[in-house]
């Protein structure tokens, strides 16, 4: 778990860091409230801090404010080092939004144990933040956190004028699956599937339950003529699979039929009208006899005659 340090004085700084090492942390140390924000802006930055109340430029309360203020997925749990330890002064500390307050001098046992309760509670709000975003069944996103995650990816990807696509995949006469071996079985399928489409994934794209046995894949950076090699690719590993009952007396075979469609830049188009159009596409390749790929036609920019 990585921790991150602000403080000013180069001896307790030093002492947090050697204590927090020791301890099995990975630490990440800044010298100031400026710099420590500008160091929670990275991707991968602590989701624990250490502060010192009295810094220049940035104060540890002016630096908890921001974080606060932060539209940011995981909780930030926040610890204030200071030498105040009036009511007044952690009032208004909490105030500011910080968690839990050590006294300088502080104590090891004391700064070990305060950052163990700061440990379990960012791992229960992992765990509840988990449980909210994540379809319990596969494992892969439920469709509330992919469409946020999609919307994300998509202004991303227009921003940057990188391309951006989707695949739309349902799994062919997945009812016989039900009628024929049960539920139980059905949900076994329903798990392999997707853990085949995540393998043939990269670790960038992301996949989500669409609903029942429908499942979307967001290709980052991949355009059209890309992703239907990905979705081809997930087509053949899918029809390849053998997946043993839970008796092991037999295997199921399945098939999946896939729809593509990848982000038109200069037209308005959004996350509905993507998922629409892959959608068509999945379904053409259903009429089409199913276990292949469609892609969506792109629709031509239209220019206004004056």
């Keep these: 778990m990585k921790v991150l340090i602000a403080e000013d ?5 030093r002492l947090l860091e050697t204590f927090l090492r020791k301890w099995g942390y990975d630490v990440m140390v800044t010298c100031d409230g400026r710099e ?95 449980l909210a975003t994540v379809d319990p069944l596969t494992g892969v996103l439920n469709r509330r956190a992919f469409m ?31 009628d024929n071996y049960g539920h139980q079985v059905g949900d076994l399928v329903l798990q ?25 894949v967001c290709l980052p950076g991949v355009d059209a003529s890309q992703s239907r090699s990905v979705a081809e690719r997930m087509r053949k590993k899918v029809e390849e699979m053998k997946i043993k009952l839970p008796d092991q007396s037999q295997s199921v075979r399945i098939t999946a039929s896939f729809g593509v469609a990848s982000f038109l830049f200069g037209l308005e188009d959004n996350v509905d009208s993507l998922i629409g159009r892959a959608d068509e596409a999945m379904y053409k390749a259903k009429r089409e006899g199913r276990n292949c790929v469609c892609v969506a036609k792109e629709v031509p920019k239209v220019t206004k005659v004056i």
């Design 9 to 13: 004085n180069a001896v307790s700084r």
């Design 36 to 130: 420590a924000w500008e160091a929670l802006q990275e991707p991968e930055a602590p989701n624990l801090v250490i502060s010192d109340w009295m810094m220049p430029d940035m104060d540890g309360l002016e630096l908890c404010r921001n974080i606060r203020k932060m539209e940011k997925a995981d909780y930030v749990y926040f610890i204030v080092l200071t030498a105040k330890g009036r009511k007044e002064d952690i009032i208004e500390g909490l105030e500011a939004g910080a968690d839990d307050f050590l006294i300088k001098p502080f104590d090891q046992e004391e700064l070990k144990y305060r950052v163990k309760i700061g440990k379990r509670i960012i791992k229960l709000e992992q765990r509840i933040l988990r």
């Design 148 to 178: 946020e995650k999609m919307e994300e990816a998509l202004l991303r990807s227009n921003r940057e004028k990188s391309p951006l696509s989707l695949i739309l995949t349902d799994i062919d006469h997945f009812k016989g699956v039900n």
């Design 192 to 216: 392999r599937f997707t853990e085949q489409l995540s393998k043939s994934a990269r670790p960038y794209d992301f996949v989500g339950r669409y609903g029942g046995e429908e499942f979307v």
